[in-house]
């Protein structure tokens, strides 16, 4: 069965840093783009950051810029965000998702992560 799977997640201290990763098994991301997006409780989903399958399109959240800068590595198969200088609101679970298409489209993905939790406390 394919499946994304995300990980890295953890406890980090506010100004701190942590990359989390997303990968697959079953079938290869070299040819999608991919989203990330988080969703704290009770607040909605927010897309965090994207990027095209050739890395030319890489799209942030005002929320995050500056401070998450996503990249991929397509002969490990991986995704990854690296998040710098968290803040106490950067705390929820992270999802990769892909909508199947090369570019960032914007649209509701079809394919999604089981998430990977991160929280932002000294």
């Known amino acids: 069965q394919s499946q994304l799977v995300e990980s890295g997640g953890g406890l980090v201290q506010p100004g701190g840093s942590l990359t989390l990763s997303c990968t697959t098994s079953?079938?290869?991301?070299?040819?999608?783009?991919i989203d990330w997006f988080r969703q704290a409780p009770g607040k909605e989903r927010e897309r965090v950051s994207c990027?095209?399958?050739?890395?030319?399109?890489?799209i942030y959240a005002d929320s995050v810029r500056g401070r998450f800068t996503i990249s991929r590595d397509n002969t490990k198969n991986t995704i990854y965000l690296q998040l710098d200088n968290v803040k106490p609101e950067d705390t929820a679970i992270y999802y990769c998702?892909?909508?199947?298409?090369?570019?960032?489209?914007?649209?509701?993905?079809?394919?999604w992560g089981q998430g990977t939790q991160v929280t932002v406390s000294s």
């Open positions: 990027i095209s399958n050739g890395s030319t399109q890489r």
């Open positions: 079953g079938f290869s991301l070299g040819g999608f783009a």
């Open positions: 998702a892909t909508d199947g298409r090369y570019y960032c489209s914007g649209l509701e993905p079809d394919y």
